[in-house]
């Protein structure tokens, strides 16, 4: 499943990260988002984009987009 597929308050672990541009994959990377990272969906904002996802220790604001291609699963 994705990102976005799961559900709020779910522990979750980073299976893969697919994004076409090498660049903001690295980036992502160097923020503790890559694969085997633990990941848990906090909150959706108002208008749903970006929504806070706690990622390892960190707390980060990700939109949409980017759930659609990080794939997860129950840790």
């Given at each position: 499943?994705?990102?976005e597929?799961?559900?709020?308050?779910?522990?979750?672990?980073?299976?893969?990260?697919?994004?076409?541009?090498?660049?903001?994959?690295?980036?992502l990377?160097?923020?503790?988002?890559?694969?085997?990272?633990a990941?848990?969906?906090?909150?959706?904002?108002?208008?749903?984009?970006?929504?806070?996802?706690?990622?390892?220790?960190?707390?980060?604001?990700?939109?949409?987009?980017?759930?659609?291609?990080?794939?997860?699963?129950?840790?």
């Amino acid at each position: 499943m994705t990102l976005e597929e799961a559900g709020f308050g779910v522990s979750l672990r980073i299976e893969s990260v697919e994004l076409p541009d090498a660049a903001e994959k690295a980036r992502l990377s160097g923020v503790g988002l890559r694969a085997g990272a633990a990941v848990v969906k906090i909150m959706p904002t108002p208008l749903k984009d970006p929504v806070s996802c706690k990622v390892g220790a960190q707390l980060l604001a990700l939109e949409r987009r980017l759930l659609r291609r990080i794939r997860v699963s129950l840790s």
